[in-house]
C-alpha cells in the first residue's frame, strides 16, 4: 500500500533518514522500532507530510504522495495521529471529535443564513457518529468530559478515535501506548486490531513497549542509523544480530 524509495530528510548536514527502503502492506499492522535516534519519527512525519523529504520516493497504492501536504494525505485516508492540541482541551471529547471532518457546512458564512435546517442535520449526524466512535473504544461515559481532564491512555484513545470520523485506510500511530497503565494499553489494543480487522485499517506503529508490539504487529520493521536494519516477526527481529548490536550501541 504504502512504499517508500530511498528516502533522505537531512537536518543541515544531519542525516536523520539516510536512505530507508520499505513497504507497508495493506491490511498490515507494522511495526516500527529501533533505538532513539533511529529516524522513526521523522520518517513518520515525512511520510505523512508534515516534512518534506531532502530526497527519495514515497508512493500510496502506486501513485506518488512525496511530498503532498497532510490536508491532501488526509482526503486520501492517510493519517497521522497527533496529541490533542492546548487549544482544544477545554472542548469536551464528543466535540473534539465532531471537530473532525473538514469543510463542514457551518463553516461557510453563507450556510448560516441559507442552509440552517442543513447544519441542524449535519450537526445531528457529526454527534451520532461520534458517540458511535466514543462506544467504539469503551468511553462513551467520557463524552460530556473536557478533553484536557481526561486521563493519558483516554487521550490517546481519543486521538485514535479522531481517525475513525473519516474513512482512513492508512493510520501512523507514533508511541501511542507511551505513559499508559496496562488496563487502558489493552482497551488500546483491542481498538486497534479491531479497526484492523472490522474496518479493514492498515497501522503503522512505532512503540518501545515490546509486549504491545509483540501482540500487535506482524511484520516488524528496525531501523536504526536513518535506515532498515531488518525486517520480520519481532521474534527474528530480536534474534537479528545487526539488530542487537544497534540496540546495544545506545
Ligand atoms: P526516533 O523517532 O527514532 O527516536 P527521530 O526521528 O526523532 O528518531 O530523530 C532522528 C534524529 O534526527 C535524532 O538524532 C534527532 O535529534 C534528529 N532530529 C529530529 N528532528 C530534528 C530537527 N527538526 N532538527 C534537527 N535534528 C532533528
Not at 121 to 137: G, M, P, S, T, Y
Not at 214 to 231: K, Q, S
Not at 235 to 244: D, G, L, M, S, T
Amino acid at each position: 500500500m504504502i512504499k517508500v524509495k530511498d528516502l533522505h530528510k537531512h537536518f543541515g548536514g544531519f542525516h536523520a533518514v539516510d536512505g530507508a527502503n520499505l513497504e507497508i502492506a495493506e491490511g498490515s499492522i507494522t511495526g516500527l522500532i529501533g533505538p532513539n535516534g533511529a529516524g522513526k519519527t521523522t520518517l513518520f512525519n515525512v511520510i505523512a507530510g508534515v516534512l518534506e523529504p531532502t530526497a527519495g520516493r514515497v508512493t500510496m497504492a502506486g501513485k506518488d504522495i512525496t511530498g503532498l501536504p497532510p490536508h491532501e494525505l488526509f482526503h486520501k485516508g492517510l493519517l497521522r495521529t497527533f496529541q490533542i492540541a492546548h487549544e482544544f482541551s477545554s472542548m469536551t471529547c464528543r466535540e473534539n471529535l465532531m471537530m473532525v471532518p473538514g469543510n463542514q457546512s457551518g463553516e461557510r458564512l453563507w450556510n448560516t443564513w441559507f442552509g440552517r435546517r442543513r447544519i441542524a442535520n449535519e450537526e445531528r449526524a457529526l454527534r451520532a457518529k461520534a458517540d458511535e466512535v466514543l462506544e467504539f473504544l469503551t468511553i462513551e461515559h467520557l463524552a460530556d468530559h473536557r478533553a484536557g481532564q481526561v486521563s493519558g491512555g483516554q487521550k490517546k484513545l481519543l486521538e485514535l478515535g479522531r481517525t475513525m470520523m473519516v474513512d482512513a485506510r492508512i493510520v501512523f500511530l507514533d508511541e501511542v501506548g507511551a505513559g499508559v497503565n496496562r488496563t487502558l494499553l489493552n482497551t488500546i489494543a483491542d481498538a486497534i486490531i479491531r479497526l484492523n480487522k472490522e474496518r479493514q485499517y492498515t497501522f503503522v506503529v512505532i512503540e518501545h513497549d515490546m509486549d504491545f508490539i509483540g501482540r500487535l504487529c506482524d511484520p516488524v520493521i528496525c531501523m536504526a542509523e536513518g535506515r532498515v536494519l531488518a525486517e520480520g516477526t519481532l521474534a527474528e527481529i530480536k534474534a537479528n544480530e545487526q539488530v542487537i548490536e544497534a540496540y546495544l550501541g545506545t
